[in-house]
């Protein structure tokens, strides 16, 4: 059997992959991990052929993807999704239906995990031909879906499958969640055969850089976090040290000009004696060469980050979200804005640099708490952050919230993002405008990177190391022209 996987086209530069789908301000790309992780699993699983398409670094349009997908000649299709894009990747979905002798059209992702009434709804209004949505993990049930078809069984009984028949939704329940996370080929093995590494960016990775998962489930109960409550869940489940070992010995020896891992984990350190085993490994086997970066909360022990720089981690991803202690409470972030401090601290002190990620717009936010989170956030010693508004997500419980509250903006999923693919508010607040909302980001971004002792920061950065450099200067061109044409405004 033959099984395409595509990310299809949108806007340049589209990434679907992130928490926020969208065109980023730092010319970052994101890999289709979760898609990537998908052919990696089946590849293990299942015999088969497969084929990987990635349309959003370089904007592939759909005249050389037709051609693509009619030589290769597919069995099924599966096509991510998301919020933002869903209209185009439906329509997509339906036009490869018809330029593929009708194979099986699979959609994946959060936002069809989350809506698949709506989904299909949607289709059939639209006259749009899809045949299957894979929600929640949804791994296990693509392979079981393939022995299916191959064995010319009837597939409607597959768990974590939903469908029309008779012009009738069915949902069946959601698959198991893995807990044999090794039982995959290494994604990188995918990536390097079918994806163009030198595409794919983040400006707190060493660059060329690859995407991995240790670990999926998140044990933290965000109120705005879609992957936990779409996806994966909140138990944490992991790889084993072992494993990761060997995928980054087959990086250095079959991907030997990549830099920079980032594990994309939602809270990689969350397992302390794991990761302090990992790190070890790490150091003993001679991979202490890569540059790793990593999500996790601010609560990371300061043993662990010592363990951790010596294993070569340098940068750590952190939603702080916001720095105002009642905003925090009110989405259930468990965190303390003292806790925050001590783990920036402790941070600077081991020699880990942190990304700081803020969000804008939350629940009991006013003037002054916007103000209280660009405070905290400029005197917070970090090294580079990130300031947008909140984006609720279908399937979460703050969407949910505001659309039980009618403070939802719009159900048209095609105002989840500007028309260039940039972040916008989605929900009505009664003392902050939309527009003030976005100035304030934008605001709150020429503050906090046109500081002279940041600029000196990183000038001195990029003279001693060439690979920052150059991650330096392809994420400044992009985010200078918005400091420059978005300036913002204060509050």
Avoid at 125 to 137: A, M, Q, R, V
Avoid at 204 to 212: A, D, G, I, N, R
């Amino acid at each position: 059997m033959k099984i395409l996987f595509i990310n299809p086209p949108f806007l340049p530069r589209f990434s679907r992959e992130s928490r926020s789908p969208s065109v980023t301000k730092s010319n970052t790309m994101y890999y289709p991990h979760w898609l990537c992780y998908a052919a990696a699993y089946v590849c293990k699983n299942n015999d088969v052929e497969i084929d990987v398409i990635d349309a959003a670094p370089l904007n592939i349009q759909y005249s050389s993807l037709a051609i693509r997908i009619k030589n290769f000649a597919p069995d099924i299709v599966v096509i991510d999704t998301s919020t933002p894009s869903i209209y185009s990747d439906l329509t997509f979905a339906s036009n490869i239906k018809k330029e593929s002798n009708n194979a099986i059209m699979v959609m994946v992702g959060p936002h069809v995990s989350a809506t698949i009434n709506e989904t299909f709804e949607y289709c059939q209004s639209n006259k749009l031909n899809i045949d299957f949505i894979l929600h929640g993990e949804y791994e296990k049930t693509l392979s079981e879906l393939i022995e299916a078809i191959r064995n010319k069984k009837t597939p409607y009984d597959i768990k974590g499958l939903a469908f029309q028949k008779s012009g009738e939704i069915k949902v069946n329940g959601k698959n198991d969640f893995l807990h044999e996370l090794d039982n995959f080929k290494f994604v990188s093995e995918i990536y390097n055969k079918f994806l163009n590494i030198p595409d794919y960016f983040m400006a707190h990775t060493k660059y060329p850089m690859v995407t991995l998962i240790s670990g999926r489930g998140c044990t933290s109960r965000c109120s705005f976090c879609q992957l936990p409550q779409v996806m994966h869940g909140h138990e944490f489940r992991t790889r084993s040290v072992d494993n990761l070992i060997d995928e980054l010995k087959y990086i250095k020896s079959e991907m030997p000009f990549v830099k920079g891992i980032m594990f994309e984990d939602d809270t990689f350190p969350s397992d302390k004696q794991r990761v302090l085993e990992l790190c070890e490994k790490i150091v003993e086997n001679g991979l202490d060469y890569l540059e790793y970066t990593c999500n996790a909360r601010a609560n990371v022990s300061r043993d662990t980050l010592n363990a951790m720089h010596k294993a070569g981690f340098r940068m750590m991803c952190v939603g702080f979200e916001s720095g105002d202690q009642v905003v925090l409470n009110a989405m259930r972030k468990g965190t303390k804005r003292n806790i925050i401090k001590k783990f920036v601290a402790d941070s600077k002190i081991e020699g880990v640099k942190i990304h700081g990620c803020f969000m804008y717009g939350n629940k009991g936010e006013t003037r002054e708490t916007l103000k209280n989170t660009l405070d905290f956030a400029l005197n917070l010693d970090i090294d580079s952050a990130q300031f947008y508004p909140i984006m609720v997500s279908p399937g979460t419980e703050d969407y949910e919230y505001y659309k039980e509250k009618k403070l939802l903006k719009s159900e048209d999923f095609s105002q989840w993002n500007d028309a260039q693919g940039q972040h916008k508010t989605t929900i009505l607040r009664e003392e902050i405008t939309d527009d003030e909302l976005e100035q304030f980001c934008d605001y709150s971004r020429r503050r906090f990177y046109l500081r002279p002792k940041y600029i000196f920061m990183k000038g001195v950065e990029s003279i001693f190391d060439y690979s920052h450099l150059k991650k330096n200067i392809r994420g400044a061109v992009v985010l200078l022209r918005h400091l420059v044409f978005k300036p913002g405004t204060s509050l």
